[in-house]
């Protein structure tokens, strides 16, 4: 299984980004991908997630700003960040879960300059 985040990179506030997340090893489309973040000095946590029918849940802090999606066909679930707030700041990780075991790719920095 190997997963590869991109589309990071270095925005002002109030700004949009982004982020993909393509998956390689997997039967894709039954598998509920997640992304996560991880800032400087914190614990890595679940910003969002989206499960093979397409429901998506999300974290309270990104809630009407961020919104998952995926494209089976492509093997890529995207995450759309906008109004993005310094607090944002974070390594991005996408995350899959297969046989109980959890697979992470190489995370996509986000820098959000206030």
Known sequence: VQLQASGGG???????????????????????????????GKQRELVASINSGGSADYADSVKGRFIIS????????????NSLKSEDTAVYFCNVVRQGRPFWGKGTLVTVSS
């Open 10 to 40: 270095l925005v002002q506030a109030g700004g949009s980004l982004r982020l993909s997340c393509h998956a390689v090893g997997i039967n894709f489309s039954i598998h509920t991908i997640g992304w996560y973040r991880q800032a400087p």
């Open 70 to 81: 995926r494209d089976n066909a492509r093997r890529r679930v995207f995450l759309q960040m």
